[in-house]
T-cell receptor
Framework: QKEVEQNSGPLSVPEGAIASLNCTYSDRGSQSFFWYRQYSGKSPELIMSIYSNGDKEDGRFTAQLNKASQYVSLLIRDSQPSDSATYLCAVIRASGSRLTFGEGTQLTVNP | DTAVSQTPKYLVTQMGNDKSIKCEQNLGHDTMYWYKQDSKKFLKIMFSYNNKELIINETVPNRFSPKSPDKAHLNLHINSLELGDSAVYFC??????????????FGEGSRLTVL
C-alpha cells in the first residue's frame, strides 16, 4: 500500500466550476497534511496546510481533513485556467522526519 | 536573490558517465533534501541532511552519493549513470520538519537525461 495515494487524473473542469482533489494516507499516526501545486516545468510550491479535522479555507481554496477516514481533500472554487497544474498531496508521518508526497493529480481548467 | 539554487538545470549524458548537481540555499534553513521526480510526476525523497548530518537515506543505489560541506550546500554525485536515472532532481530546504511546519522550498530542478 502506498503511503499517500491520489488519483493521477487527469481531472478536467470548466472555468468557474469547483475542482475536487482527493488524497488518502496509510499511516494513521500522521499529523500534518499539505497541498502543493506544481506548474508544468516548475518546482512545487506550498498552497495549503491542515492539521485538525474539518475544513480550512484560504481564498478560493478549501482543505478538508478526516483523520478517521485517513482522507484529505482540496476544493478549488471558481476554477480558473491559471489553476491548471499538478496538485501534490503531502503528509508528515508520526515520526515527523519527512514529507511524503502522493503521485499528484493533474488538473486542467478549460476556458 | 534565488532562495534555493541548483546547477546545472539541464544535463544530457551517456550511460556509464559520472555527473554532479550542486545546490545552495540562502534561507538559513538547517535541513536540505534531494528529491527525484520521474516522468509520472512522482516526487520521491532520496536524502536529507540536517546541519550537515545525514538524517534520511532512502533505498537509493549507492551510485548516488550526497555531500553537505556546510548547512547551506548539498551536492549530489551520481556514478555510472543508467537510463533509469533520467528524471528531474529537486533540491529543497526547510527548517527542521515538525508537526506544524511542512513547507519545503524547492530549487528549480535539474533535468537529467541519460542516453
Amino acid at each position: 500500500q502506498k503511503e499517500v495515494e491520489q488519483n493521477s487524473g487527469p481531472l478536467s473542469v470548466p472555468e468557474g466550476a469547483i475542482a475536487s482533489l482527493n488524497c488518502t494516507y496509510s499511516d494513521r499516526g500522521s499529523q500534518s497534511f499539505f497541498w502543493y501545486r506544481q506548474y508544468s516545468g516548475k518546482s512545487p510550491e506550498l498552497i495549503m496546510s491542515i492539521y485538525s479535522n474539518g475544513d480550512k479555507e484560504d481564498g478560493r481554496f478549501t482543505a478538508q481533513l478526516n483523520k478517521a477516514s485517513q482522507y484529505v481533500s482540496l476544493l478549488i472554487r471558481d476554477s480558473q485556467p491559471s489553476d491548471s497544474a499538478t496538485y501534490l498531496c503531502a503528509v508528515i508521518r508520526a515520526s515527523g522526519s519527512r514529507l511524503t508526497f502522493g503521485e499528484g493529480t493533474q488538473l486542467t481548467v478549460n476556458p | 536573490d534565488t532562495a534555493v539554487s541548483q546547477t546545472p538545470k539541464y544535463l544530457v549524458t551517456q550511460m556509464g558517465n559520472d555527473k554532479s548537481i550542486k545546490c545552495e540555499q540562502n534561507l538559513g534553513h538547517d535541513t536540505m533534501y534531494w528529491y527525484k521526480q520521474d516522468s509520472k510526476k512522482f516526487l520521491k525523497i532520496m536524502f536529507s541532511y540536517n546541519n550537515k548530518e545525514l538524517i534520511i537515506n532512502e533505498t537509493v543505489p549507492n551510485r548516488f552519493s550526497p555531500k553537505s560541506p556546510d548547512k547551506a550546500h548539498l551536492n549530489l554525485h551520481i556514478n555510472s549513470l543508467e537510463l533509469g536515472d533520467s528524471a528531474v532532481y529537486f533540491c529543497a530546504s526547510s527548517p527542521l520538519l515538525t508537526r506544524n511546519t511542512g513547507e519545503l522550498f524547492f530549487g528549480e530542478g535539474s533535468r537529467l537525461t541519460v542516453l
